[in-house]
């Protein structure tokens, strides 16, 4: 079964407004990432949090991580209409760090 | 530089029909993973190899079957397809050293009718 859920599965906002999305996951981690999808390609990885860390800034993303909660965050600052996408967790499971499971993804549309 | 580079963009098969699906990394990784995604699916772990010379099941290896043929490429060979196969095939590889980064290809986009 799948690792990692996010939320929304969806989410419209306005361009300039910040974008957040959420992670929530079952078993310890190794570390945490985020990937981004565009139409029609592969996934791109965007940031990896290790499971000793609890935020990450790279560019405009911030990514949280509260291993007690079993969750994590993804925000996008002053979005763009480029960050139209999909995105998705992928948890690294503890003591099977050679698997990396996603979750379903949220989708994120940037209105102009 | 080409990435991981998959063969073919699209696929159509008929229905007992077989087909592999060929996968090739330019960056000199370790570990090399096959998924499929799904609508409302998410992406879903169907094989990958560790290393050069083993591989492994994931959560749907059911219909499937993969080789490692050497440290660049990651076959995945549908036997007998079905309509259940239907869907789209991501190749990704990465160093594989705790739980590192994935970098994928573009995707085969396979129908089974």
């Known amino acids: 079964s799948q690792q990692g859920e996010e939320d929304p599965q969806a989410l419209s906002i306005q361009e300039g407004e910040n974008a957040t999305m959420n992670c929530s996951y079952k078993?310890?981690?190794?570390?945490l990432q985020w990937y981004r999808q565009n139409s029609g390609r592969g996934l791109v990885h965007l940031i990896l949090i290790r499971s000793n860390e609890r935020e990450k800034h790279s560019g405009r993303l911030r990514v949280t991580l509260d291993t007690s909660k079993k969750s994590s965050s993804l925000l996008i600052t002053a979005s763009r209409a480029a960050d139209t996408a999909s995105y998705f967790c992928a948890t690294v499971p503890m003591n099977r760090d050679d698997k990396i499971i996603f979750g379903k993804g949220t989708r994120l549309h940037i209105l102009p | 530089n080409a990435g991981v580079t998959q063969t073919p963009k699209f696929q159509v098969l008929k229905t007992g029909q077989s087909m592999t699906l060929q996968c090739a990394q330019d960056?000199?990784?370790?570990?090399m993973y096959w998924y499929r995604q799904d609508p409302g699916m998410g992406l879903r772990l169907i094989y990958y190899?560790?290393?050069?010379?083993?591989?492994d099941k994931g959560e749907v290896p059911n219909g499937y079957n993969v080789s490692r043929l050497n440290k660049r490429e990651f076959s995945l060979r549908l036997e007998s397809a079905a309509p259940s196969q239907t869907s789209v095939y991501f190749c990704?590889?990465?160093?594989?050293?705790?739980?590192?980064?994935?970098?994928f290809g573009n995707g085969t986009r396979l129908t089974v009718t």
């Open positions: 990704a590889s990465s160093l594989g050293q705790a739980g590192s980064p994935l970098h």
């Open positions: 960056m000199n990784h370790n570990s």
């Open positions: 078993t310890s981690i190794n570390n």
């Open positions: 190899s560790a290393s050069e010379g083993t591989t």
